[in-house]
């Protein structure tokens, strides 16, 4: 994933392309492996890309709550959307 990927990942820009009845149900399906893939994470990685992305929380926000160094909050992040990048670009690719 190159620097532009990863800004259109984190912003979810990628999916904010979607117009037509083939690309929303394509869209459908992406966000069930989503919700799918992020329920099968470990809890570390679950509880800090759920705080990130659906609850909007900074990382510092997220490590006081999980009570670990940022660092590792930025590690458990990027460890989860590699996880979910793994399930959706085979979908995406098609």
Do not use: H
Not at 30 to 44: A, G, H, W, Y
Not at 49 to 68: F, Q
């Amino acid at each position: 994933m190159d620097a532009i990927e990863a800004e259109n990942f984190e912003s979810g820009g990628a999916l904010k392309e979607i117009s037509n009845p083939e690309n929303l149900m394509l869209s459908e399906e992406l966000r069930q492996i989503v919700f799918r893939t992020i329920e099968s994470l470990p809890e570390d990685l679950r509880m800090a890309i759920t705080l990130r992305e659906l609850d909007g929380l900074s990382y510092e926000e997220i490590a006081a709550i999980m009570d670990c160094p940022v660092g590792t909050v930025r590690s458990r992040i990027f460890r989860a959307r590699e996880a979910i990048d793994n399930k959706v670009q085979p979908l995406i690719r098609r």
